[in-house]
């Protein structure tokens, strides 16, 4: 998987691809599902939820530019493996799930791999986590109608977000700076996740 679906795409930092390697994804997906863990496409884990295709989790990972020192957000636990391959390379690891079932789930888990510096809380993700801010990385794992200021406001004076940004169908990666006050906003590939719900997120009216 490593070698041949993140490697050969152009992702080379050492600490990240070690931790690729030691995570064991197919834990992380369904029981049924587990011999199609390593493959390179994402996989429903239920709620209509899905665990992202490796490239995408070491991408989204290497956009935000750990050192190990840093205080995370991760917005979407989903099956947990993201916050997984987060806490190989951050100080403290904050993961928030609206699915009490999928965060439940993740949290045996990250128990089984005595995984100790990762939090699971349940709750509304649209809107952060304020109360554990400020965050070196935010990290969304569902695509969001707009970054909302209430998330750029809990970044760290040099922190960095990244987000799928669009509606269904028409996504795009992003990447925002904090510098000081201000932020700056690059728009990177095009990716496809499923909606981000909550009071920020998309209504399912809308999606």
């Known amino acids: 998987m490593v070698s041949r679906q993140i490697e050969r795409r152009g992702i080379k930092a050492p600490q990240l691809l070690e931790a690729m390697r030691q995570i064991p994804r197919h834990l992380f997906v369904q029981?049924?599902?587990q011999d199609r863990a390593y493959e390179d496409n994402p996989l429903p884990i239920g709620e209509n939820q899905t665990i992202s295709q490796p490239y995408i989790v070491a991408l989204m990972t290497s956009l935000i530019y750990l050192e190990g020192v840093e205080n995370v957000l991760e917005i979407g636990t989903g099956s947990g493996y993201q916050a997984a391959i987060l806490s190989r390379l951050a100080k403290t690891v904050h993961t928030i799930e609206r699915h009490r079932s999928l965060a439940r789930r993740a949290e045996s888990i990250l128990k089984e791999l005595?995984?100790?510096?990762?939090?699971?809380?349940?709750?509304?993700?649209?809107?952060?986590?304020?109360?554990?801010?400020p965050f070196e990385a935010i990290l969304i794992t569902a695509a969001m109608p707009q970054v909302p200021g209430v998330l750029l406001d809990?970044?760290?004076?040099?922190?960095?977000?990244v987000a799928?940004?669009?509606s269904s169908g028409k996504q795009i990666l992003q990447r925002w700076t904090r510098e000081g006050e201000t932020f700056s906003r690059e728009d990177l590939i095009p990716v496809t996740f499923v909606p981000l719900r909550g009071k920020l997120g998309w209504k399912s009216s809308e999606w």
């Open 31 to 33: 029981p049924l599902m």
């Open 154 to 161: 809990q970044l760290s004076k040099d922190g960095r977000l």
């Open 114 to 133: 005595n995984i100790q510096n990762v939090t699971v809380h349940v709750g509304d993700g649209s809107v952060g986590l304020p109360d554990f801010a």
């Open 164 to 166: 799928p940004v669009g």
